[in-house]
């Protein structure tokens, strides 16, 4: 889970929750907490990659190619590779937000990097930059998920979706993927069985499974679990394979 003693009372901070320093080399994972008054503290920059933010609580404000945005609570905030941006805090409430940016940077490349206020750099694409998830969308009684980010909508680096689990939810049975997954914890416990072990994952978690790893995922309750569900990098458009390859464990010596 989020260590939030990390994050200081008064000031702009990012932790990263996962990188090629602990096997995931896909992207990079951070959670950011803004306090009233702050921004980013490098200003205005971009990144190698695209980066998306999706707003855990408070108002974010965004600076996006020149534009200005702000996105509250269940937001997803979408920022192009090459883009110039930044984002602040004007309200009085903390921010927080989960951030993912991907691809990783390669070697000898800056996760972020500084640009003039009048720098132009790359225009961002005729899509939504600020999309809401709407709870209506969700099947109350079966394990569900909003799309937020995917190719089709004009996000060529990242499979992302905010997923629901009511009480006795379970994704599908033990499977891999051809590609790395990844989980942040809103809210709720999620167990899972990952490999031969089983784990809990309780709200603010971050869960890696490699491309490959045997899992899957339920709910015990008593709450209802949300969680967000990234995969890195979506499946080309013309694959065939299934997302989801189903597998079994184990066996008996004869």
């Not at 190698?48 to 937001?75: C, F, K, S, W």
């Not at 890696?208 to 899992?215: D, E, I, R, T, V």
């Amino acid at each position: 889970p989020v260590d939030f003693s990390a994050f200081p009372p008064d000031a702009f901070k990012s932790l990263r929750l996962a990188d090629s320093s602990s096997g995931l080399d896909s992207c990079v994972c951070l959670i950011t907490r803004v306090p009233p008054g702050r921004g980013t503290n490098i200003g205005r920059h971009t990144h190698h990659g695209d980066q998306l933010y999706y707003v855990l609580q408070g108002r974010m404000n965004a600076d996006i190619g020149g534009r200005q945005y702000e996105a509250g609570p269940n937001t997803l905030v979408y920022l192009p590779a090459g883009v110039p941006h930044w984002n602040w805090n004007s309200g009085t409430e903390d921010e927080m937000h989960f951030e993912l940016i991907v691809p990783a940077p390669g070697p000898g490349q800056e996760l972020a990097t500084a640009v003039p206020s009048d720098h132009v750099g790359r225009q961002a694409p005729d899509v939504p930059l600020v999309r809401q998830a709407h709870s209506s969308l969700f099947d109350p009684d079966q394990f569900s998920w909003i799309t937020l980010a995917d190719r089709a909508s004009g996000v060529p680096s990242v499979s992302l979706g905010l997923f629901r689990v009511p009480l006795g939810g379970h994704a599908p049975e033990l499977h891999v993927h051809r590609f790395d997954q990844i989980y942040f914890v809103i809210s709720g416990t999620m167990q899972l069985r990952i490999g031969f072990e089983e784990y809990q994952a309780p709200a603010n978690s971050l869960v890696f499974l490699p491309a490959g790893m045997p899992h899957t995922n339920w709910n015990e309750g008593p709450d209802v679990i949300y969680f967000l569900n990234c995969r890195t990098p979506e499946p080309a458009v013309d694959s065939i394979e299934p997302w989801d390859i189903s597998v079994q464990l184990g066996g008996s010596a004869e």
